[in-house]
């Protein structure tokens, strides 16, 4: 087992579906992460957690909503995608933000997306 | 504004073949911080080094080693004696000093035959 721990694996829904991606980290971290993996793109940063609060939102949709309800769980919200949002959602985790350099995020295994 | 380029897509090696991943960055920060990641083909992004921009240093790690120079604003990779384990997509990436957005490549995916 991973220390970051994804589900579902797998995800395939319909554009007027609601649906929720987790992800929890037994690593004792208290900052997460959402990233966007998409065909030939590069990795997309969407939101950053810090002890629980939102501290980043890179422009994301309002389709995508996250929630932190404590520093070892972290879910990502989906209403009304399109097909252009299909993609490896990546979750990931550090002690302390990236943003301070003494540490390094731990990526979980991602949801792979389909919306149909 | 900040990019990462890695031009090689796939690349195809014979197990115990030495192989060379570029990765060429643009920034306009004096300070910043780079960053190889490994995704193998179960998806997790494993961290596999992190330089600052004051360290031109080389490093080596096993077989793994890296070659930063800042006057061409590369940050290449090398795999000595690949082994098919090391078969998975690898990504660059650049941080500004402050922040936490990591600004990765389309990744160069090694394909390492036995």
């Known amino acids: 087992e991973t220390g970051v721990t994804q589900t579902p694996r797998h995800l395939v829904m319909g554009m007027t579906n609601k649906k929720s991606l987790k992800c929890e980290q037994h690593l004792g971290h208290n900052a997460m992460y959402w990233y966007k993996q998409s065909a030939k793109k590069p990795l997309e940063l969407m939101f950053v957690y810090s002890l629980e609060e939102r501290v980043e939102n890179n422009s994301v949709p309002s389709r995508f909503s996250p929630e932190c309800p404590n520093s070892s769980h972290l879910f990502l919200h989906l209403h009304t995608l399109q097909p252009e949002d299909s993609a490896l959602y990546l979750c990931a985790s550090s002690q302390g933000r990236v943003s301070s350099l003494n540490t390094e995020a731990f990526f979980g295994q991602g949801t792979r997306l389909t919306v149909v | 504004a900040q990019k990462v380029t890695q031009a090689q897509t796939e690349i195809s090696v014979v197990e115990k073949e030495d192989v060379t991943l570029d990765c060429v960055y643009e920034?306009?920060?004096?300070?910043?911080?780079l960053f190889w990641y490994k995704q193998p083909p179960s998806g997790e992004l494993v961290f596999l080094i992190r330089r600052n921009s004051f360290d031109e240093q080389n490093e080596i790690s096993g077989r793994y080693s890296w070659n930063f120079q800042k006057s061409t604003s590369s940050f290449n990779f090398t795999i000595t004696a690949s082994q098919v384990v090391d078969s998975a997509v690898y990504f660059c990436a650049l941080k500004k000093s402050s922040g936490d957005k990591l600004t990765f490549g389309t990744g160069t995916r090694l394909a390492v035959r036995p």
């Open positions: 920034t306009r920060d004096t300070t910043y911080y």
